[in-house]
T-cell receptor
Framework: SQQGEEDPQALSIQEGENATMNCSYK?????LQWYRQNSGRGLVHLIL?????REKHSGRLRVTLDTSKKSSSLLITASRAADTASYFC?????????????FGKGTHLIIQP | GAGVSQSPSNKVTEKGKDVELRCDPI?????LYWYRQSLGQGLEFLIY????????KSGLPSDRFSAERTGGSVSTLTIQRTQQEDSAVYLC????????????FGNGTRLTVT
């Protein structure tokens, strides 16, 4: 079942601007992860935030998690053309089920040079 | 190995034929996952292995789909009597353990059923 839902579905910005993507989910989670997928490639892990964390940084990436609202955001600062990709959030729920991570449908980000 | 390796990278097959997709996970990763991604869509979970065991096969779309993992390493996903709706990218991922570590994905096998 679909757990994470990214918003917006598509985003086009100018190079150098900041890009913000949001993810909402439905059940309790152990952690939430963000992945990037370039066209024709597999997904690449970007960052993992645990349920007891509120914010995490990695280079130009900033992730927030609000478990009370069941939502997360991914901010990419000073965007570059190479950031053009699809971005997915994935949740590891607390149910103990064996279905791995549950992925959303992704946000397609286009950075205009 | 350096990363998760999937083969073939592309497969075109005729409707009704069987296909076998292969995944070589990162050495030492005990958890292995298969996902399916249709054009412009998110990832649909198919099956998960912990070692050689698959605790939950309920994600497999039909009984034409099966998967196995041997030696806690290589996994194969088999689709029998392929249908056009099976056309998609099949992604394999592995992780050190389930849930507490990120997934490492292969580049996928693009399956086209004509």
């Amino acid at each position: 079942s679909q757990q994470g839902e990214e918003d917006p579905q598509a985003l086009s910005i100018q190079e150098g601007e900041n890009a913000t993507m949001n993810c909402s989910y439905k059940t309790s989670i152990n952690n939430l992860q963000w992945y990037r997928q370039n066209s024709g490639r597999g997904l690449v892990h970007l960052i993992l935030i645990r349920s007891n964390e509120r914010e995490k940084h990695s280079g130009r990436l900033r992730v927030t998690l609000d478990t009370s609202k069941k939502s997360s955001s991914l901010l990419i600062t000073a965007s570059r053309a190479a950031d053009t990709a699809s971005y997915f959030c994935a949740t590891d729920d607390s149910g103990g089920g064996a279905d791995g991570l549950t992925f959303g449908k992704g946000t397609h980000l286009i950075i205009q040079p | 190995g350096a990363g998760v390796s999937q083969s073939p990278s592309n497969k075109v097959t005729e409707k009704g034929k069987d296909v076998e997709l292969r995944c070589d996970p990162i050495s030492g990763h005990t958890a292995l996952y298969w996902y399916r991604q249709s054009l412009g869509q998110g990832l649909e979970f198919l099956i998960y292995f912990q070692g050689n065991s698959a605790p939950d096969k309920s994600g497999l779309p039909s009984d034409r789909f099966s998967a196995e993992r041997t030696g806690g390493s290589v996994s194969t996903l088999t689709i029998q009597r392929t249908q056009q709706e099976d056309s998609a990218v099949y992604l394999c991922a592995s992780s050190f353990d389930r849930g507490r570590s990120p997934l490492h994905f292969g580049n996928g096998t693009r399956l086209t059923v004509t």
